[in-house]
C-alpha cells in the first residue's frame, strides 16, 4: 500500500482497520510512531519492515494479535514496545534487528514466538518472558542482555534460543 514511503511519518488509522497486509509500510524511513486501532488482529510479514525511525509502537489491550514474519524487523530505531495481553502470536524474525530495542516483557498470553524473532537486538538487557516454548535463536546475538527472567510456564528451550549472549554471566 505505501512501501516506500519515505516521507511518511505518522499514521493515523481507523479505528475500523482489522489487518495491516504484507510489506504496507516497508521502508517508509520517516516513519516514527504507530498506535495499533483496538480492531487490529493481523499485522502482515514484512508490513513495517526497514521503517528505521519507528521508535515506539503499542498493540491494543483487547482482542487477538498476530505478528507476521519480519514484521518490524531492521526498525533500528525502535526503544519501545509495549505488549499486551492481546498480543498471541509473533513470527519468524518479527523484531529482528532491532538494535534500539533495550526491554520486552512478553506476557503468558503470547502462545507462540517464531525463530529469530529478537535476533540481533545487540541492545536488548531486560527479557521477561512465561510462555511454553522459547523457540530456536529467538533471542541470540543480544550482547547487552543481563536480566532474564524465565517464567514457570516455560518447559522448553529450542537450540541456541540465547546464543552469542555475552553479557549473560
Do not use: W
Not at 53 to 66: H, N, Q, T
Request: charged content about 15%; proline content about 3%.
Amino acid at each position: 500500500a505505501f512501501i516506500g514511503c519515505t516521507g511518511l511519518q505518522v499514521i493515523q488509522m481507523s479505528r475500523n482497520i482489522e489487518i495491516i497486509g504484507e510489506r504496507s509500510f516497508a521502508g517508509c524511513a520517516a516513519l516514527f510512531s504507530v498506535i495499533f486501532p483496538e480492531r487490529i488482529s493481523s499485522i502482515g510479514n514484512h508490513a513495517f519492515e526497514k521503517c528505521t525511525a519507528l521508535s515506539v509502537i503499542s498493540f491494543p489491550d483487547k482482542g487477538s494479535v498476530s505478528i507476521g514474519k519480519s514484521a518490524f524487523s531492521g526498525c533500528s530505531s525502535m526503544d519501545g514496545v509495549v505488549f499486551t495481553t492481546a498480543l498471541k502470536q509473533i513470527g519468524d524474525y518479527a523484531f529482528q534487528d532491532c538494535v534500539s530495542l533495550t526491554a520486552i516483557d512478553l506476557p503468558n498470553t503470547v502462545q507462540n514466538v517464531g525463530s529469530y524473532a529478537f535476533q540481533n537486538c545487540t541492545k536488548l538487557a531486560t527479557i521477561s518472558v512465561d510462555m511454553t516454548h522459547i523457540p530456536a535463536y529467538s533471542f541470540s546475538k543480544c550482547t547487552a542482555l543481563v536480566n532474564l527472567s524465565i517464567g514457570p510456564s516455560v518447559k522448553t528451550v529450542g537450540d541456541y534460543a540465547f546464543s552469542y549472549c555475552s553479557s549473560l554471566d
